[in-house]
């Protein structure tokens, strides 16, 4: 019933839903004080969400659950694809500062974010977990275009082909503007290794001082394991027509090198020695291990 095609904005391949409302997107005003996730998809950003959610709210996830703006709403996208509500029309209803979450690539993203200063935590993933993590995603979301076979999805994802555009432009985006837009750039490898260090340097971001009780409270309740069981961060709440679960849960695995799991050696190598020639001119610091 979904695998809506995608058409290309400004050269970058996007759901035709995004793409049919792309005027309205590119004028929406956020206010100052919202907050804005990047990232290309599947590095990291449910969990980033819950996160801030649980900082701004002190550690309580109950006040989180009260809040009248659910700001952790998987929903608050600039704009999903039906039958997600636009996050354009939900954010209507809402008071700010409101956590949005957005996949589009920083010359995407409506100018009035960078005009209004508002806080933009990017979340960049390695490229091998991230196309994994993707491929499960895109055979489990039915508003995805087919994936087809895994050794076909690899040379999409190299040639920038799937949602969202290209994965090596994306991270090199937002990493070459992370200064001059005082963009907090993570890494899921960094939250993976040492949560408690990113919770922290999100919470110093957003000008939060919290406890150390509180602290860990977070890190506990933002770990893989709780999050895989809690209805607010586990997508659960999407309609099987959209999400089959039955094909892939949307917290899978949660682990850094499972790419191993899926690239052949000839695979890994071929996509390395491109992979090489693509990051050059950028020294990013990536672990495909850790
Ligand atoms: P996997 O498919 O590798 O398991 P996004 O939220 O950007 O769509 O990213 C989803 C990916 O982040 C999934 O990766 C998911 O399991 C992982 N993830 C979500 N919450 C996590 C957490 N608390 N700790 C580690 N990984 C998490």
Redesign the pocket.
């Known amino acids: 019933m979904y695998r809506f095609p995608v058409l290309p904005v400004r050269g970058i391949p996007l759901t035709n839903h995004i793409a049919n409302n792309w005027d309205a997107i590119w004028a929406f005003r956020p206010d100052p004080s919202d907050i804005l996730i990047a990232?290309y998809?599947?590095?990291?950003?449910?969990?980033t969400q819950?996160i801030i959610d649980l900082l701004r709210h002190n550690g309580d996830a109950d006040a989180c659950k009260r809040a009248p703006t659910p700001a952790r709403s998987p929903f608050l996208e600039i704009f999903s694809p039906p039958p997600i509500p636009s996050g354009i029309d939900l954010m209507k209803d809402m008071d700010p500062p409101r956590i949005i979450k957005t996949h589009l690539p920083l010359q995407l993203v409506p100018p009035a974010f960078w005009e209004n200063k508002c806080k933009t935590i990017y979340v960049a993933r390695n490229a091998k977990?991230n196309m994994?993590?993707y491929y499960?995603?895109d055979c489990m979301n039915k508003t995805q275009p087919e994936p087809g076979p895994w050794e076909g999805y690899i040379p999409k994802f190299m040639r920038g082909e799937l949602s969202w555009g290209s994965w090596y432009d994306h991270v090199k985006g937002y990493w070459m503007e992370r200064e001059k837009r005082n963009i907090l750039y993570l890494f899921y490898e960094d939250?993976?290794e040492n949560p408690r260090r990113e919770v922290e340097r999100i919470m110093k971001y957003l000008d939060l001082s919290l406890s150390d009780e509180v602290i860990s409270r977070i890190v506990e309740l933002?770990?893989?394991e709780i999050?895989k069981e809690n209805p607010m961060a586990n997508y659960s709440c999407i309609p099987e027509l959209v999400f089959d679960k039955s094909i892939s849960p949307?917290?899978?695995?949660?682990?850094v090198g499972?790419w191993r799991n899926h690239f052949t050696p000839e695979q890994s190598k071929m996509f390395d020695e491109d992979y090489e020639k693509k990051m050059k001119d950028v020294n990013m610091p990536f672990r495909t291990l850790i």
């Open positions: 990232t998809p599947k590095a990291g950003t449910t969990w819950e977990d994994v993590s499960h995603f939250m993976k933002t770990s893989f999050m949307f917290m899978r695995k949660g682990q499972d």
